[in-house]
């Protein structure tokens, strides 16, 4: 599937509430990979993600795509990307692979 982007998020973890913003990650090791994209390819699709965040209807917007997956692939077509990856930019990336794995990630805390 070929998509015109302005915004790619992958997160892991599912991430609450399901619209654009995600506020919240109850579980890290859920084996889910969170997808919301913000896509050009519509028909005045400035127009229709100012509408969508106006009048609270994101989630369901033709613009907005709020998706799952254990893995995403990306490639860019025409310039490369600046991807971030835990908030430092990488520049010049063509293509970038993701997968997630369910429990595979150890959390240690101190106990209160």
Do not use: C, Q
């Amino acid at each position: 599937m070929h998509h015109k982007l302005w915004i790619l998020y992958i997160g892991r973890g599912r991430y609450y509430p399901r619209d654009l913003a995600p506020l919240t990650r109850p579980v890290l090791d859920d084996g889910v990979l969170d997808i919301r994209m913000v896509t050009a390819d519509e028909p005045f699709a400035r127009l229709r993600l100012l509408w969508a965040v106006l009048t609270g209807t994101v989630s369901t917007s033709k613009v907005t795509h709020l998706s799952e997956a254990r893995e995403i692939s990306i490639e860019a077509i025409g310039e490369p990307l600046v991807i971030a990856v835990d908030g430092e930019p990488l520049p010049g990336v063509r293509t970038a692979e993701f997968t997630v794995r369910r429990r595979a990630l150890r959390v240690y805390s101190p106990i209160a």
